[in-house]
């Protein structure tokens, strides 16, 4: 068995883990999509996924625990079926959808999210939380199980569903954990059978998985202590960062 040795991947790739595990204890789901952005600045995006999903495994099972009995059953039985749904279009078209055009589409929705949160922000009113839709819940739930099979980047469409329901924060944790433990354990069987675990990927994604529970406890640890006056501002600016970073790195791989 082989590990990358580069010390250049493990300057990103560790940060990288951090960030993803510190969005999966809660803090920030945004910051989910700046794993595999980052490892893809040294290594390229199919294999940082490759490498990113068993962390990601380990990862789902500290969250599950750590939120365990908080969520809303209703988002989850329209949104869980609808990204397996979509989960299958991605392993069905994955021979013909390239990583740059995800990266726009993705990022496009999550500025174009974020501006609309911020209009209503500075419109006289904000509104009512927003009441469940299953169309509008399965076209979403479609797309982040899309998004997270490509790229491990559902955040943003998930979200775009989610966020307006204002649900409480430790509610709205706990079933966003519970969707992508679904979605991640879901997506091992295409990463199999396209071939993505070879032996270089699995052994450098056991040494980093060291840093996995930890930075899930410290996420969780910090969403326990924001009131939602807080938490769902920065949630918005995170999605909206995220974003830009993400329609840059689409427009910049198709320029080359």
Known sequence: MHL????AFYAVAIPAVLFVGLSKGGFGGAMALLGVPMMALVI???QAAAIMLPILIIMDIASLWIWRGRFDPRTLSIMIPAGILGIAIGWATAAWIADPVVRLIVGTIAIAFALDYLRK????????????????????GTIAGFTSFVSHAGGPPYQFYTLPLNQDPRTYTGTSVIFFAVM???????FFALGQFDSTNLT???ALMPIAPFATVAGAWLVHRMNQAIFYPFMYAMVFIVGLKLVFDGIIYLGT
């Open 184 to 190: 991640n354990a879901i997506k091992l069987i295409p």
């Open 204 to 206: 450098t994604s056991f």
């Open 121 to 140: 922000r500075l419109g006289a009113a904000t509104g009512a939380p927003a009441s469940h839709n299953r169309l509008k819940g399965t076209f979403w």
């Open 4 to 7: 990358i040795s580069d010390p």
């Open 44 to 46: 390229s995006p199919v």
